[in-house]
């Protein structure tokens, strides 16, 4: 693969959040998460297991739980923003937010174990401006996450990258088997997208490289950022809720 071959599939990768129930080929999944294992690790900790969810019972219960929390705790604290600016998946009532993978053939748990983070002594206690040492393992956890994600994309299938707040996944280990000392970091339901693809969001790519020294020029004052945020929740209408033009 090229350069260009690379960042095709990374433009075309998208977030995929409705999936038809069609079953995927067999090994797909085993070859996207060895990709995934060769994500980058500080240290090379590399804390990520991964658990392959096909019972359609136990991905209907993740499915539940997290209906069940958009509607009890996201919901009530995305009504207190204005209506523009928040979450597309949200807008104007709870009923809006069901998880829309129950169909995926598959789910992984994509789970972590913070202890790996003792992998150097640099990452375990000299990087607190990087969020603590959670974070470190985090991020390890985030980038064998990206590259799944695009493995996926690159056999034409779609993944929705799922976030698991803290009170979700209490109940996910328990259901899924998750030793205590270990985190589910996010859930990947992986399939054949239920909708054609939608245009990526993305800012100008002029807009964001800087050569040598930040160009101050172009630095953002808050309301620069109040007014991105506006135009991002109006472009990515469509990611949300296919068919339904912005407002
Ligand atoms: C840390 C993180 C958390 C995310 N959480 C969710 C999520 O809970 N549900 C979801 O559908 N997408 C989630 N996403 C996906 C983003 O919404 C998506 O990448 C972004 O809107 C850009 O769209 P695209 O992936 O189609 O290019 C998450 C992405 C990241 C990196």
């Known amino acids: 693969m090229n350069i260009d071959e690379f960042l095709e599939l990374a433009k075309k990768r998208r977030s995929v959040r409705k999936f038809t129930s069609e079953p995927i080929p067999d090994g797909i999944v085993e070859k996207a998460l060895d990709a995934a294992h060769w994500a980058q690790s500080g240290a090379n900790a590399q804390p990520w297991e991964f658990i392959v969810i096909k019972d359609r019972q136990t991905i209907n219960k993740m499915c539940d739980m997290i209906d069940a929390w958009m509607i009890s705790t996201v919901w009530p604290i995305e009504k207190s923003r204005v209506r523009e600016i928040r979450h597309r998946m949200v807008v104007d009532g709870p009923g809006e937010a069901p998880a829309g993978w129950r169909n995926a053939p598959v789910v992984v748990a994509m789970c972590g174990d913070p202890r790996t983070t003792q992998a150097s002594v640099l990452v375990s206690q000299y990087l607190p401006h990087e969020g603590g040492t959670g974070a470190h393992s985090l991020k390890n956890m985030a980038n064998a996450t990206q590259i799944l994600h695009l493995a996926v994309a690159a056999a034409g299938l779609g993944s929705e990258w799922v976030s698991v ?3 979700i996944e209490r109940k996910l280990k328990e259901l ?14 992986i399939g054949h997208p239920a909708n054609p693809p939608t245009a990526g969001v993305r800012r100008d790519i002029k807009d964001i490289i800087h050569y040598e020294k930040y160009d101050q020029s172009r630095a953002r004052s808050a309301d620069d950022v109040y007014n991105y945020l506006l135009t991002l929740r109006q472009k990515s209408t469509p990611a949300y809720k296919p068919g339904q033009s912005p407002k």
Do not use: C, Q, R
């Open 165 to 167: 707040s803290y009170a």
């Open 176 to 189: 899924l088997g998750v030793p205590d000392e270990m985190i589910i970091h996010t859930l990947i339901p």
